[in-house]
């Protein structure tokens, strides 16, 4: 009963044998086209120009295909000029040294070239899909400009004929623009982001923005998402995290802006209780600008208070869920106030510039009225933010704790294990889970915050603490986060952030085969996508582990981390033949790229045997169009016994 009321209902959209057929056989030539290219991106962490760079030179593979269609007639210089025109066509158009002269020629050659490597491009996608990617405005013309065989003379004639005339009604520029702005989205038919949008710079709006407008996206949450996320969804701990390492990265100013966040009763908090000090002078990248002294001072303030009342939200949340077991963390209880020391795992260490005023000696992790009052405005006014809500919605609806897709695991931060490689297990709420149980356990609860974004003590909220901080949280994988130690502590051995044995353990086929397996992947052909920790390719270290296993793509796209990683990270591309590791140069600016004329940009495939090219049949979206294929067979059969039956 239920299949035949499913039946009328699609008999609704196809109410003839006729148009059962047409999208059967539609269907049917979809599955054995090569599967689009999938480009695999992490850890942006607001670094909004590299991100745009990447996406508009489809991460190199722009330039990978003008290679591939023109290397027979072009200079190497050709290829590369014409890659900038196409990534960066408004520009090339206006750079009166890149182009010099534009004449009617100029014009319409570069139309035809362009429409020409647009076929080239297009070669993965049914006509239906590429008008979808079409400009509407010009939809027609540029189907009239593809489907043209120009080696009869009268239709040669008639294809310069439009462009003339493109050019002389001084449309010629605007619809070059649109070409290239097709050209980057055929060239990357799926965007995976394997976590961190957020923190270390103040550009994630135009990231949120972008991605929002993308044809075609997912989003796995990585532990800097979680933070947002979890102030979004009711957790203070979450926010005031946020907005302590927006004041240590020294874009707190930005954040107030752009979300209209109500900062003012924290800056006049921390102007009457806190002096300026070295230790909170925000990281200012060189590539921001400098702030005036009395920002820098207000900054240095704002950093301190932020600080301490973070630790005694912590506290606050440790105290409550005794089961994160992290009572080692509570270490403003741990404080001497007479001996201006602290002691950790039973030793005591001397405080530097520790504001002492500010904890109450008999109860540290008591908030003042005052105090009360700034979280409740901060939350608010976060809470409330047109931009916020927008961005959490999207996350929600478009993210995932982890994610398989085309048989690849894509997660952002690591599978806990113990020392022997076994899965370590959490208890939620009473019930213990690991692996790939924890991961759907972690979705769910932060799903359930979701929905409650006014609870602010709940178990779930709670959790979106732990998420970002906790000892075995899949997004952290460190065994403590030691930012109170870093701040207050000299000497060093304090501030160590020993790691889950996860990221040694990667390195070892046999584990990352079994992580597989956890997650019923076949062992031996899928690989695990993971971000989250730099690679320090300058010390030789290989983004490729465990013989093929997992690939690690944290894009080091943050300036932050590129001293020790030597570059600007990695991404990964998938074509319909395998996979091609890229490795990116820290991105300056669009006028340093003009001016070397060349992106540097490098791929490399990863090969792991002779490999069939891919076809959309053997893929996720293959899946799903072949349950359409079987139900429009149903369909069918149907629509036949009925028109039988009446006749």
């Excluded at 960066?88 to 009166?96: E, H, R, S, T």
Aim: with cysteine; net charge negative; hydrophobic share 35%.
């Amino acid at each position: 009963m239920n299949d035949k009321k499913y039946l009328e209902l699609l008999k609704e959209t196809f109410q003839t044998p006729e148009a059962v057929i047409t999208e059967l056989i539609n269907l049917e030539a979809i599955q054995n086209l090569p599967k689009g290219t999938e480009l695999y991106l992490s850890d942006v962490h607001g670094a909004d120009a590299a991100f745009e760079h990447i996406l508009r030179t489809g991460a190199g593979n722009v330039r990978e295909k003008i290679g591939n269609y023109f290397e027979e007639n072009w200079t190497a210089e050709e290829m590369d000029r014409f890659g900038l025109l196409i990534s960066y066509p408004v520009y090339a158009l206006n750079d009166k040294t890149f182009l010099p002269e534009k004449t009617t020629e100029w014009y319409v050659d570069t139309i035809i070239d362009l429409v020409d490597f647009m076929s080239f491009c297009a070669v993965k996608y049914t006509r239906s899909k590429l008008r979808k990617a079409l400009p509407k405005e010009y939809t027609y013309v540029i189907e009239e400009l593809l489907y043209t065989d120009l080696s009869q003379k009268e239709k040669d004639l008639y294809y310069r004929n439009i462009l003339h005339r493109l050019v002389s009604l001084g449309q010629a520029e605007q619809f070059i623009i649109d070409l290239c702005t097709v050209i980057q989205r055929l060239v990357i038919d799926h965007l995976h982001l394997v976590g961190d949008i957020f923190d270390r710079a103040s550009g994630e709006a135009k990231i949120m923005e972008r991605l929002i407008e993308h044809h075609s996206v997912d989003v796995q949450w990585g532990n800097h998402d979680i933070l947002w996320m979890g102030a979004m969804f009711g957790s203070k701990a979450n926010l005031l995290t946020l907005l302590r390492v927006a004041a240590r990265y020294g874009y707190l100013f930005e954040l107030e802006t752009t979300y209209g966040l109500n900062l003012r009763p924290l800056f006049l908090y921390a102007e009457s209780n806190y002096d300026f000090n070295e230790a909170f002078r925000p990281k200012v990248s060189s590539q921001s600008s400098i702030f005036k002294q009395e920002s820098e001072v207000l900054l240095s303030k704002a950093h301190q208070a932020l600080a301490i009342l973070q630790f005694k939200l912590e506290g606050q949340i440790i105290k409550r869920r005794p089961d994160f077991e992290m009572d080692h963390r509570l270490l403003l209880e741990q404080i001497d106030h007479a001996n201006k020391a602290v002691t950790i795992e039973g030793k005591a260490y001397p405080l530097k510039d520790f504001p002492y005023k500010m904890i109450d000696e008999t109860d540290p992790l008591k908030l003042t009225d005052e105090e009360s009052h700034i979280l409740n405005t901060l939350m608010e006014s976060f809470q409330k933010s047109e931009k916020l809500n927008r961005y959490m919605d999207f996350l929600m609806k478009k993210g995932s704790m982890y994610l398989i897709y085309n048989d690849q695991l894509l997660y952002h931060g690591c599978i806990p294990l113990t020392d022997e490689g076994e899965l370590m297990s959490f208890s939620f709420e009473g019930k213990e889970a690991n692996g790939k149980q924890m991961l759907d356990k972690y979705d769910q609860y932060i799903r359930q915050a979701a929905r409650n974004p006014h609870e602010t003590e709940d178990y779930a909220t709670d959790l979106l603490w732990y998420a970002w901080t906790g000892p075995i949280s899949p997004l952290f994988g460190r065994e403590k986060m030691t930012t109170f130690e870093r701040y207050y502590i000299d000497d060093e051995a304090t501030h160590a952030e020993n790691r889950n044995a996860y990221f040694e353990l990667r390195q070892n086929k046999t584990v990352m085969k079994n992580i597989l397996k956890d997650f019923e992947l076949n062992a031996d052909e899928s690989k695990v996508i993971n971000g989250h920790t730099p690679v320090k390719a300058k010390k030789g270290e290989d983004p490729v582990k465990a013989e093929g296993r997992l690939i690690v793509i944290d894009g080091g796209m943050s300036e932050a981390y590129q001293k020790s990683t030597g570059i600007a990270g990695y991404s990964l591309l998938n074509n319909s033949y395998g996979f091609l590791i890229v490795t990116h140069q820290p991105f300056d600016s669009v006028e340093n790229l003009f001016e070397q004329q060349h992106d540097d940009t490098s791929l490399k495939e990863i090969i792991d045997d002779k490999l069939e090219r891919k076809l959309i049949k053997d893929t996720t979206i293959g899946v799903s169009i072949q349950d359409q294929i079987d139900d429009l067979q149903d369909l069918l059969m149907y629509i036949n016994k009925e028109s039988n039956r009446k006749n």
